[in-house]
């Protein structure tokens, strides 16, 4: 199982990115994926979720409205489209598989794998 | 939105103690919905805990996670020289987002 994203990179503010995370080892179209970040020197900050079949997603009230999720399982891909980049949206982007499993007392979640991430830089 | 709050910022103990982590929720959440990680310095988080006590896979028996309702706690039962991390808890409660507490550093004294 692994996951690696590409497409970091340096940026000007108001600019765009887009990043990729390519899925390995298990049936990607089974699962639903998410992005984190993490600013340098900083905690982990959740971004955005989407379902397995794109039918649901959620984003951080940080980057709503500027940022898109979005999937192709055909291809076992997952990315980030970042629009009007801001100096706070440095960080190093974690993609991340979502995991969950029912039993008799109810629903767990957690995140397992991450790849490996790759750093955005927004400067001027 | 349900906030995480992680204490202490660090813990600086030595090799072979005991550690002790805590996770406090600023409202109750189900203990399934509670997930620990480590990052060493470079690396991606991993893995360690979820459901509030369950051991991912591969993980030591060491580590042990507990707690309920608003308190969670991370124990790693002796320290070993890897263990010296930024530990991170994470809750899946209700609706996103699906945030981090702020961590806590373990260093060695």
């Known amino acids: 199982v692994q996951l690696v994203e590409s497409g970091g990179g340096l940026e000007q503010p108001g600019g765009s990115l887009r990043l990729s995370c390519a899925a390995s080892?298990?049936?990607?179209?089974?699962?639903?994926m998410n992005w984190v970040r993490q600013a340098p020197g900083k905690g982990l900050e959740w971004v955005s979720f989407?379902?397995?079949?794109?039918?649901?997603?959620y984003y951080a009230d940080s980057v709503k409205g500027r940022f898109t999720i979005s999937r192709d399982n055909a291809r076992n891909a997952l990315y980030l489209q970042m629009n009007r980049l801001r100096d706070e949206d440095t960080a190093v982007y974690y993609c991340?598989?979502?995991?969950?499993?029912?039993?008799?007392?109810?629903?767990?979640?957690?995140?397992?794998?991450w790849g490996q991430g790759t750093l955005v830089t927004v400067s001027s | 939105e349900i906030v995480l709050t992680q204490s202490p910022g660090t813990l600086s103990l030595s090799p072979g103690e005991r550690a002790t982590l805590s996770c406090r929720a600023s409202?109750?959440?189900?203990?399934?919905?509670l997930a620990w990680y480590q990052q060493k310095p470079g690396q991606a988080p991993r893995l360690l805990i979820y459901?509030?006590?369950s051991r991912a896979t591969g993980i030591p028996d060491r580590f042990s996670g507990s707690g309920s309702g608003t308190d969670f706690t991370l124990t790693i039962s002796r320290l070993e020289p890897e263990d010296f991390a930024v530990y991170y808890c994470q809750h899946f409660y209700d609706s996103p987002p699906f945030s981090f507490g702020q961590g806590t550093k373990v260093e060695i004294k």
């Open positions: 409202q109750g959440i189900s203990y399934r919905s």
């Open positions: 080892g298990f049936t990607f179209s089974d699962y639903s």
């Open positions: 989407i379902s397995s079949g794109s039918t649901t997603i």
């Open positions: 459901g509030a006590s």
């Open positions: 991340a598989r979502d995991r969950y499993y029912f039993d008799s007392t109810g629903y767990y979640r957690w995140f397992d794998p």
